[in-house]
């Protein structure tokens, strides 16, 4: 069979170990060089594919692709933009072809969330509508843990571990201040539609650290009231209270509570601010003072306290995306596999992108609490085994030690391509 060579991208907002997946994509199609060639990086993303910016990764050693396991962000780039169907948009996919075939690329790997199966899935398609044999494998991604199939996804347990570790502690710093000064925290997390990232808020409070934590999700309709009892019975048994919100929390309207009226490049809405919000509801309604903040990238770039689960589960996932490729399958997603919590057990799984594309996965109902603002012993059993354990990046000069690729470009052959 003739050798071909890979395409890898990373999409979507990135994560703390999205190069580890990365590298176990790299390193797994080095050990097979006699059926991958090179193996060519989308620099940011399908747009390196779609405009012949590749990367060689072959410019750079064994040493520092091995060093992508420790260093956060995207090493190549990411983006968000989403392929419109064949019929909508037959350019991009002749487009893709021609660069394929230009490059003699035989293998594709997406690293993404939920939009990015949707492109993996519609390249893998190519074959049958266009007629050029593309093996297309999603790596799975996404801080959200919104990916259905999947046990859970790379990212989160390293985003849950950051917020569970910073909730405890800013909650310790407003307990300590709360007799005369600041009686509220409030916490602004990710999660537009699913409420995992916040869920882990919940794991500050334990039964050997207990904490009032009050949480709201994207999945429990915003009651003002409800909330408002709930914080003032908080900070009435405690002195204080500390309050985990997910960007994505809607009000009786339906509406985003921080909805600023823009959208992605996937039509989402642009959320950010919904902490001021709550923050002003408790200063109207409770008169109390309080103290805010946003997680935002900080959450999804903490490599530093990153959950060795999560280290480990991103590089299998990449390991296995092109171990799958090479067994000839297509259009297909590596997945994780819990075989037991006690002690934590899994293995890799495979689903079909056809029943990943596009489909989000929502907190259970049993995973939250009944008055809505907490977690069930259920939810922490599926939490805690995913935010165990440490895997510290080295350090120098007391800073992490983190590797900037060479990213040399590959040469073009194709005339420019507008997107």
Known sequence: MAIKNAFYAQSGGVTAVINASAAGVLETARQHSDEIGNVYAGRNGIIGALTEDLIDTNADSAASIAALRYTPSGAFGSCR???????????EYERLIEVFKAHNIGYFFYNGGGDSADTCLKVS????????????????KTVDNDLPITDCCPGFGSVAKYIAVSTREASFDVASMSKTSTKVFILEVMGRHAGWI????????SPDCEIPVVILFPEITFDKEKFLAKV???VREYGYCSVVVSEGVKGE?????????????????????VAPVVANIIKDGLGL????????YLQRAARHIASKADVEQAYAMGKAAVEYA???HNSVMPTIVRES???????????QLANVANVEKMMPADFISEDGFGITPACREYLVPLIEGEDYPPYKDGLPDYVRLKNVAVVKKLDEFKI
């Open 81 to 91: 933009y989403k392929l419109k169907s064949l019929e909508q948009n037959r350019r």
């Open 125 to 140: 398609q190519i074959a049958d509508t266009l007629g050029y044999p593309i093996q297309a494998i999603h790596v799975p």
């Open 198 to 205: 916040a869920a882990a808020g919940g794991l500050a409070s």
């Open 232 to 234: 003032n019975h908080c």
């Open 253 to 273: 309207d339906g509406n985003f509570l921080s909805d600023q009226g823009l959208r992605d490049a996937f039509g989402h809405a642009q959320l950010g601010g």
């Open 289 to 296: 003072k309080y103290h805010w903040g946003v997680a935002d």
């Open 326 to 328: 090479l067994a000839g």
């Open 341 to 351: 919590n006690t002690p934590y057990r899994w293995k890799v799984g495979m689903a």
